[in-house]
């Protein structure tokens, strides 16, 4: 294997290496395929099945948007323990609205999304300018809401939704072009395949594109083989997905929200002067002061986001059961937070990718569903979850105190 270590890529040289794996970067990646491959023997097969691929993602979506939200607040060094409770109470209000009151869907969804912003604006206030600590805002936000959750329902549930909701939250994209025969696996919308080609071809233009640029920089990049088998290896991943979901109902709607949520908040986290202010107040709250970061307003806005986030889970939560109840939400926060933990995120706040938490997600589900496939009682669910995320701390805390001797 090679390294490219030079700053002009025109006279750019190879100098030889060894292979080496970042187990600190790239080992949530390889525990998550070590999981499912585990599972996938123990179901005998069942867990990659194309139905079981969308129950997946549609059972587990608004951990999953909980999840992008939570990533941000524990990079920049706080929690929220309330997101549950958020959940609950913004689904509640889309039921009044839609099932009570008939307002349009759009605009219900619309005045919900802005409850939960408000929401979020209530507690960022609270932390970033009143000066209490995130944990107990939440604290008290889970315990508000959740009763606002029961006195907007009346302790009973609301339904059904309107079926636009239901189908944002439970249906799949139409078949807009023909099926397709892929032999012995059968039939695939062509349609969902032309959409997993084209995102392969923007992770390839992305990725080459980063490489380029840390060359021009005199960065250390991979040698360009290992650079094509990594791409190669994501691309294969992906396409099976995309194939197994065309071959059952073409995509999930949450799905593709889901896709664009990820997308754009790993661009805001990487790419904007707002993202590299989280980590900045993350990995150091006074050198980041120093520095001209706007703590205060940093700290509310994320706040302000994960409210928004917690508000669209919530609706989607309440339209994949078709009724808002005062009990949604139970534990949301903690799958949340496992997620973002168990996807990379440091416990002292300044590190963590959002893409890392949608893979710690991912963890949760495939061991909550392959479990549940092979009859594990909840106990064992619940134990082997706990585990998971000890193990993953446990990993973040030996890997800091590694890298500190070696230096």
């Given at each position: ?246 071959r059952f109902k073409n995509l999930p709607w949450v799905l593709v ?26 990995g150091n709250l006074q050198a980041a002061g120093l520095s001209g ?112 001797r070696s230096r």
């Open positions: 294997m090679t390294t490219i270590v030079e700053a002009d890529p025109e006279t750019a040289v190879t100098a030889p290496t060894r292979f080496s794996v970042n187990l600190r970067q790239s080992g949530i990646y390889i525990a998550f395929a070590a999981i499912v491959v585990l599972f996938e023997i123990l179901t005998s097969g069942s867990l990659l099945e194309p139905q079981n691929i969308s129950n997946i993602v549609v059972q587990n979506s608004y951990i999953l948007i909980l999840a992008i939200g939570m990533i941000l607040i524990i990079i920049a060094g706080h929690i929220d323990l309330s997101a549950g409770s958020v959940v609950a109470v913004t689904g509640a209000v889309a039921a009044v609205l839609m099932v009570d009151l008939d307002v349009p869907w759009p605009l219900a969804i619309l005045a919900t999304l802005v409850v939960g912003a408000l929401i979020g604006a209530w507690q960022g206030f609270w932390i970033a300018y009143f000066g209490i600590p995130a944990f107990i805002v939440t604290l008290a936000g889970m315990l508000v809401f959740r009763a606002l959750t029961m006195t907007v329902l009346g302790n009973q549930g609301i339904g059904p939704f309107p079926d636009d909701v239901r189908t944002l939250a439970n249906g799949f994209t139409p078949g807009f072009l023909n099926n397709v025969g892929l032999g012995v696996l059968g039939g695939a919308d062509l349609f969902t395949l032309l959409v997993g080609l084209a995102a392969v071809a923007g992770i390839v233009a992305v990725q080459w594109r980063a490489r380029r640029a840390r060359i021009g920089y005199g960065q250390t990049v991979d040698g360009l083989p290992v650079f094509v088998a990594k791409i190669a290896g994501a691309a294969l991943v992906l396409m099976f997905i995309v194939v197994q979901l065309a929200l889901l896709a664009a949520l990820v997308l754009a908040y790993t661009l805001i986290s990487q790419r904007t002067v707002f993202g590299r202010h989280i980590y900045a107040v993350g970061v706007k703590v205060k307003s940093v700290t509310f806005w994320i706040f302000v986001n994960m409210g928004l986030l917690a508000s669209i889970a919530g609706i989607i939560f309440a339209g994949r059961l078709n009724q808002a109840g005062p009990t949604a939400g139970n534990a949301f926060e903690l799958d949340a937070i496992a997620a973002a933990f168990i996807g990379g995120a440091a416990v002292q706040g300044g590190v963590g990718k959002v893409v890392g938490a949608i893979t710690g997600g991912l963890i949760m589900a495939v061991i909550n569903n392959g479990m549940s496939l092979i009859g594990s009682p909840s106990e064992r669910v619940m134990l082997v979850k706990g585990l998971v995320l000890l193990a993953a701390v446990a990993f973040d805390v030996w890997a800091k105190r590694r890298a500190g």
